[in-house]
């Protein structure tokens, strides 16, 4: 019950927060989820890497590698959000072309109840 109401708060925060907090709330956000507060950076910067290649913001991508990990969760799929960021890194192709990275992820879910 702590822990969910510990995300709500979170996530509340990043709804509310100014955009120039944004930046250090996106991915302290997902960290503080994964209780992995002390490697913040390296959320931080797969957020920065994905970015220029997803057509959401950054702030949006936060979201959905949230959520993302809770669909996953419930269908007994335990990844940590930055797993999920790598993987969601790993997905996008090369190229100038920005990606729906909404789309890349439900793709992986969907990918993930086929091999049950």
């Keep these: ?64 590698t949230w959520g993302a990990k809770r669909v996953m969760s419930a269908d007994g799929h335990h990844f940590s959000n930055l797993t999920l960021l790598l993987a969601l890194w790993g997905t996008i192709p090369k190229g100038p072309a920005r990606v729906d990275c909404a789309g890349q992820y439900a793709s992986m879910v969907v990918l993930l109840e086929q091999r049950r």
Excluded: G, W
Aim: proline share 3%; hydrophobic share 50%.
């Design 1 to 64: 019950m702590t822990k969910t109401l510990a995300a709500i708060a979170a996530v509340a925060t990043l709804a509310l927060a100014s955009p120039a907090f944004a930046t250090s709330l996106d991915a302290a956000m997902l960290a503080q989820d994964d209780h992995n507060a002390v490697h913040v950076e390296r959320y931080d910067a797969l957020l920065n890497r994905l970015r220029p290649r997803c057509r959401q913001t950054r702030t949006a991508i936060a979201r959905l």
